[in-house]
């Protein structure tokens, strides 16, 4: 069963920085890309970021580009997304899912449990 270990969400001021973390098997770590999505109240998930399993190649939503980092540690078998630069509009959950290399949440096998992050004004 393939399981993925979200932390690091939490409340920060607009302009502040987070680190989300998601954890995983080796197994899983090995075999699919990884991706970060987040979804508003009402909302689909929409994409965050994604970084290739062969090559550790990432891409960016334009509204995160600049100011997220997706990063991966094969050692550790996690994902982080850095955030800094926080804005109010990034308040959301955010969820870590396992799957092919895509920006497309409905492609994706495996999801987290989500992580809420909220950013004051």
């Known amino acids: 069963q393939v399981q993925l270990v979200e932390s690091g969400g939490g409340l920060v001021q607009a302009g502040g920085s987070l680190r989300l973390s998601c954890a995983t098997s080796t197994r899983t770590f090995s075999r699919y890309s990884m991706g970060w999505f987040r979804q508003f109240p009402g909302k689909e998930r929409e994409f965050v970021a994604h970084i290739r399993r062969t090559d550790g190649f990432a891409r960016y939503a334009d509204s995160v580009k600049g100011r997220f980092t997706i990063s991966r540690d094969s050692a550790k078998n996690t994902v982080y997304l850095e955030m800094n630069s926080l804005k109010p509009e990034d308040t959301a959950v955010y969820y870590c899912?396992?799957?092919?290399?895509?920006?497309?949440?409905?492609?994706?096998?495996?999801w987290g449990q989500g992580t809420q992050v909220t950013v004051s004004s």
């Open positions: 899912a396992a799957g092919p290399y895509s920006s497309t949440y409905s492609t994706y096998d495996y």
